[in-house]
């Protein structure tokens, strides 16, 4: 990616969880924090407007189904890399994301190095589990 910043998207109905994130993105080089959603409701649009590269979705989020919206935007922004965030993980969970075209799956607990490591893995067109799904993932 070159010197460019990674524009990362932040979709969750949790104020402070996006906070958090913001805060990272903002103090590590590299990112550009392009905003916060909370909820589904004009995602594909709203990643077009911002210029969001990668999008942290949640997964457990009022209103239309995550799934389905990512499903949406997959198939009318492929190039964009969404990454499902998540308290709960859980291999059928892991499963749906992927199908529904998920470039990763990370429990919002991880540390900030993963997190930021999974934004730059999928915005390089990589796959990206964090530790926690990593560990519910291969148990399968």
Not at 40 to 64: K, M
Not at 82 to 101: F, K, N, P, T
Request: a negative charge; charged letters at 30%.
């Amino acid at each position: 990616m070159g010197s460019k910043s990674i524009k990362v998207l932040c979709v969750d109905d949790n104020d402070f969880v996006a906070e958090a994130i913001e805060r990272k993105l903002r103090r590590e080089p590299g990112f550009e924090w392009a905003g916060w959603l909370p909820d589904t409701t004009n995602l594909t649009e709203c990643v077009r407007e911002s210029g969001a590269e990668v999008v942290l979705l949640d997964v457990d989020i009022p209103g239309r189904d995550s799934f389905e919206a990512l499903a949406e935007l997959s198939s009318a922004e492929p190039s964009i890399r969404v990454i499902m965030l998540s308290g709960h993980v859980r291999s059928d969970y892991i499963d749906r994301a992927v199908e529904a075209g998920a470039w990763g799956y990370l429990s919002k607990g991880e540390e900030n190095d993963v997190i930021l490591g999974a934004i730059r893995r999928v915005a390089e067109g990589g796959f990206a589990l964090g530790n926690e799904a990593e560990s519910v993932y291969h148990r399968k």
